[in-house]
């Protein structure tokens, strides 16, 4: 996969930590943009791989979450730290991980697809 070759040459990243943490941003992305999504899933190549290689955030960020009905950032993020967590990969770490995939996802989708993401991942 492409995406998670560019993120294990740039960040270093394993296999599974590239292709689950990025699954973990598309996931975010596809909880927060509903129909909008179809646009990020049609221009990223192998969406449906990442979104599966995600880990299941569980934790805090889900009780967050279910406790503010899904609107709370502090529930996003904190439930990304889990996912990040069971890839062995420090919660820092995602925000090395946004621009990476914002440049390709603007490489392969242009500017719309890049602000899409840019919305719920900035």
């Known amino acids: 996969m492409e995406l998670v070759e560019l993120l294990k040459s740039q960040l270093g990243v394993s296999d599974t930590q590239a292709s689950g943490g990025a699954g973990l941003l598309l996931k975010l992305a596809k909880d927060k943009l509903g129909a909008d999504f ?4 049609g221009s990223i190549p192998d969406t449906d791989k990442l979104l599966s290689s995600a880990p299941s955030a569980g934790g805090i960020g889900s009780l967050v979450s279910s406790l503010t009905g899904g609107k709370s950032d502090l529930g996003n993020l904190a439930s990304l730290a889990g ?3 069971k890839l062995n990969l420090d919660p ?3 925000s090395k991980f946004v621009p990476v995939i914002l440049s390709f996802a603007q490489s392969k989708g242009g500017d ?3 602000g899409l993401l840019e919305k719920v991942l900035k």
């Open 112 to 114: 719309t697809v890049k």
């Open 38 to 41: 179809s646009k990020i899933s």
């Open 83 to 85: 996912g990040l967590k």
């Open 92 to 94: 820092a770490m995602i």
